[in-house]
Every structure is written in structure tokens, then in C-alpha cells.
């Protein structure tokens, strides 16, 4: 089945155009790795996704459904507010930077969104917070605040509180970017324990080493297009375009 399938998508600002007609399909269980110079589109694809971003023209489709948009007769519609939200509470996302309240708890953060969006008991939220903590190696920091958190203790939390809504797709946009590179290893990690626990995941990422072992598909993106994608092997260390072989001859 297809979790995500992006057809024949574009997306303009102000006249620029940075996406180009992407077509491209994530199926269910899959991680598919976005791979490209920055200001090739990949971020922009990724908000797209769960319509932090709009589309200016174009279908994505998760599960099979549209997101921020409704069919009506022949044409499309932004949905209600209300609507979007709902999706969206159903796609985890991680940024670069954490996004974590400063003001509470690691405990705290990941319990918050269960709490307050899916009405969870507070009794069972916590234990279920508790758990995912443990789960990405912080069971020892659910009373710290971020502040007392190295980056990648925080990037855990935010993985974490992005797992509490039971999400059915994750999405990752260059989620080591911000960390030195001694903690980029502890989140990456995690990352390819939910791969083996067969999560849906979109990565945007310049960790060529984890595409390569964790991707099931990779994607290089450049200029707005989806230039090639397939096998991670393949594209990484046999690439067939002279773009995609001139990018990754400066990263590898």
C-alpha cells in the first residue's frame, strides 16, 4: 500500500517556482531518504506533506487522502481548519531545531500534545511519556528542562513528543543539522530503531551513511525535480545522472 504519493506536485513563491512537478511514492513501512544541495526543493516537499506548506498545484496523498484540501465537483478546496489539524495530529515531524518549551520538562513536553489535542488522561499519558523517553535512551531525563539537555538529548525529546500522537508517517527535515557531530549519532540511532520497528519515514538528510543503511528508496533532488531516485546503493555509489554525481562527489 502507499502511505505517501506526491503527483505532478508544484509549489510557487511569489513567482519562483521551487517545486517542478514531483512524482514520487513512499510505500507503507518504507523510509525513503530526500538527498540534494540546500535550496533544491526537499524542505519545502517535505512541509508540503502535512500542509505546514501549501500546494500551488498538484495531489499529495497520505493514506490515500488528501490533506488541507477537499474535492468539490471539479475542483479542489482548503478543508477547515479543523480538518487539517485532525490529519495532521496523524504525521509526527521533526525539525532541525527542537521546538521544545523551554518552560517544561522533558516529561512534560512529550506529554502535552496527547493531553491537550488527543484528550488522553493524564495518568496515561504519562506513563506512555515515560515509556517513549525511555524508548529514545532518556529515562533518566524526565524531570531536566532543555536547557539541561545537550542538543541531542533535546532532538530525542522532540522525537519522542512527535511519537506520543501515534503518529502513522514521520517526517524528519535534516534532524542532525543543528548537533555536533559527536551527539549526531545518539539521534540517528533512534531514528533506525523506528525503521526496524517499520515506521513510515521521510528524511531529509545529509548523513549519506544512514540513507545508505537505513533508506529503502533515496531521492536526489536539485533545482526543484526529482532528478533520480531507486535503490540507495545504487544511487549513492552508482548514480546515473552527471548532477547527482558531481553533488555527491563533494559530500561523500
Same mark, same amino acid.
Given at each position: 500500500?502507499?502511505?505517501?504519493?506526491?503527483?505532478?506536485?508544484?509549489?510557487?513563491?511569489?513567482?519562483?517556482?521551487?517545486?517542478?512537478?514531483?512524482?514520487?511514492?513512499?510505500?507503507?513501512?518504507?523510509?525513503?531518504?530526500?538527498?540534494?544541495?540546500?535550496?533544491?526543493?526537499?524542505?519545502?516537499?517535505?512541509?508540503?506533506?502535512?500542509?505546514?506548506?501549501?500546494?500551488?498545484?498538484?495531489?499529495?496523498?497520505?493514506?490515500?487522502?488528501?490533506?488541507?484540501?477537499?474535492?468539490?465537483? &471539479?475542483?479542489?478546496?482548503?478543508?477547515?481548519?479543523? *480538518?487539517?489539524? $485532525?490529519?495532521?495530529? %496523524?504525521? !509526527? #515531524?521533526?525539525?532541525?531545531?527542537?521546538?521544545?518549551?523551554?518552560?517544561?520538562?522533558?516529561?512534560?513536553?512529550?506529554?502535552?500534545?496527547?493531553?491537550?489535542?488527543?484528550?488522553?488522561?493524564?495518568?496515561?499519558?504519562?506513563?506512555?511519556?515515560?515509556?517513549?523517553?525511555?524508548?529514545?535512551?532518556?529515562?533518566?531525563?524526565?524531570?531536566?528542562?532543555?536547557?539541561?539537555?545537550?542538543?541531542?538529548?533535546?532532538?530525542?525529546?522532540?522525537?519522542?513528543?512527535?511519537?506520543?500522537?501515534?503518529?502513522?508517517?514521520?517526517?524528519?527535515?535534516?534532524?542532525?543539522?543543528?548537533? &555536533?557531530?559527536?551527539?549526531?549519532?545518539?539521534?540517528? *540511532?533512534?531514528? $533506525?530503531?523506528?525503521? %526496524?520497528? !517499520? #515506521?513510515?519515514?521521510?528524511?531529509?538528510?545529509?548523513?549519506?551513511?544512514?540513507?545508505?543503511?537505513?533508506?529503502?528508496?533515496?531521492?536526489?533532488?536539485?533545482?526543484?525535480?526529482?532528478?533520480?531516485?531507486?535503490?540507495?546503493?545504487?544511487?549513492?555509489?552508482?548514480?546515473?545522472?552527471?548532477?547527482?554525481?558531481?553533488?555527491?562527489?563533494?559530500?561523500?
Amino acid at each position: 500500500m502507499s502511505e505517501v504519493q506526491f503527483l505532478n506536485v508544484h509549489k510557487d513563491f511569489s513567482g519562483m517556482e521551487v517545486l517542478k512537478g514531483i512524482n514520487f511514492t513512499v510505500e507503507a513501512g518504507q523510509v525513503a531518504c530526500l538527498i540534494g544541495p540546500s535550496g533544491s526543493g526537499k524542505s519545502t516537499l517535505l512541509r508540503c506533506v502535512n500542509h505546514l506548506e501549501t500546494t500551488s498545484s498538484g495531489t499529495i496523498l497520505v493514506g490515500g487522502r488528501m490533506i488541507g484540501y477537499e474535492v468539490h465537483g &471539479d475542483r479542489l478546496i482548503e478543508a477547515h481548519q479543523k *480538518d487539517i489539524n $485532525k490529519r495532521r495530529s %496523524r504525521i !509526527g #515531524m521533526v525539525f532541525q531545531s527542537f521546538n521544545l518549551f523551554g518552560h517544561m520538562t522533558a516529561l512534560e513536553n512529550v506529554m502535552m500534545g496527547p493531553v491537550k489535542l488527543l484528550k488522553v488522561p493524564k495518568a496515561q499519558a504519562e506513563a506512555e511519556a515515560r515509556e517513549l523517553l525511555a524508548k529514545v535512551g532518556l529515562a533518566d531525563r524526565t524531570g531536566h528542562y532543555p536547557a539541561q539537555l545537550s542538543g541531542g538529548q533535546q532532538q530525542r525529546v522532540a522525537i519522542a513528543r512527535a511519537l506520543s500522537m501515534k503518529p502513522e508517517l514521520m517526517l524528519f527535515d535534516e534532524p542532525t543539522s543543528a548537533l &555536533d557531530p559527536e551527539l549526531v549519532g545518539e539521534v540517528l *540511532d533512534v531514528m $533506525k530503531a523506528l525503521a %526496524r520497528d !517499520g #515506521m513510515t519515514m521521510i528524511v531529509v538528510t545529509h548523513e549519506m551513511g544512514f540513507a545508505r543503511e537505513v533508506a529503502d528508496v533515496v531521492a536526489f533532488m536539485d533545482g526543484g525535480v526529482i532528478v533520480e531516485a531507486g535503490d540507495p546503493n545504487e544511487i549513492i555509489t552508482r548514480p546515473q545522472h552527471e548532477r547527482t554525481k558531481a553533488f555527491l562527489s563533494k559530500v561523500l
